[in-house]
């Protein structure tokens, strides 16, 4: 019986709380960062590999060099914020896979859906805001967050990261139980994320407009319930484009 308890006993040493840049809000995180980083890169790896092979990995070459210009400045403005994030791997491809609207994996990989920026029509401003957006999730630390979370829910006494990547994919009650988490986060996401794009140099305007596009769309509320309701994003890129002042 020493086992498991010796287990949970490291896993209590090891969890940690921070403090989410900006929002100030303070996280459990249990996971250490560089495990998390690492499998996440190995599920990038998979899911661009597939991509690839099913040839719907960067074929808008236009699209990806957009892509790749507007995250360069957010990225170096997310280092600003974070200085860890120096260290990651960043990488940015897209995909004509319509299920993609633009996902950012802990370690900074992101990819763009072509089909959901055409959809939208977006302008680079609100492309950089969808982008800044993803950023900001990782910045974060949302996916290390939702991972610990999802421990301290199961009270696994220490399963292994893989373990647990593996039961969120596939556990709705786990989901169901982590919907409040996810809301949270994915409004603090929308903020950073504006404080991003302003820092990078993006007009309020460009983000407001975003939002509206999404609700016009109605796009936001079948990606995930998670999601806060399109109104009240409008609302919110409003009063955070009246503090920019611009
Ligand atoms: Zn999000």
């Known amino acids: 019986m020493m086992k498991p308890l010796l287990a949970s006993l490291l896993l209590l040493a090891a969890s940690a709380s921070a403090q989410v840049p900006e929002s100030g809000r303070w996280q459990e995180l249990t996971f250490n960062p560089d495990e998390v980083d690492a499998s996440m890169e190995d599920r990038y790896i998979d ?26 400045e957010l990225i170096r403005v997310a280092i600003e914020l974070k ?57 974060a630390e949302h996916p290390r967050e939702t991972l610990s979370e999802a421990l301290l829910l199961n009270r696994f006494p220490a399963v292994p990261l893989d373990v647990v990547v593996a039961r969120l994919d596939s556990d709705l009650s786990l989901q169901i139980r982590l919907s409040q ?59 955070m484009a009246r503090l920019f002042g611009d």
């Open 47 to 72: 899911r661009t590999v597939d991509l690839a092979a099913a040839g719907k990995l960067d074929e808008d070459r236009k699209l990806l060099a957009r892509v790749r210009y507007i995250s360069a």
């Open 83 to 139: 200085p860890e994030a120096a260290q990651w791997q960043w990488e940015v491809h897209t995909t004509s896979d319509p299920e993609i609207d633009a996902i950012c994996m802990a370690g900074g990989k992101i990819l763009v859906g072509s089909a959901f920026v055409r959809q939208l029509a977006l302008t680079d401003g609100e492309l950089a805001t969808l982008l800044a957006h993803e950023v900001a999730h990782v910045v």
């Open 181 to 239: 988490l996810s809301s949270l986060q994915e409004s603090e996401a929308d903020q950073l994320g504006m404080v991003l794009a302003h820092r990078a140099g993006w007009a309020a305007d460009d983000m407001v407009s975003f939002y509206r596009k999404l609700g016009e769309g109605e796009r936001a509320a079948l990606v995930s319930s998670a999601y806060p309701a399109s109104a009240s994003r409008l609302s919110m890129a409003k009063g």
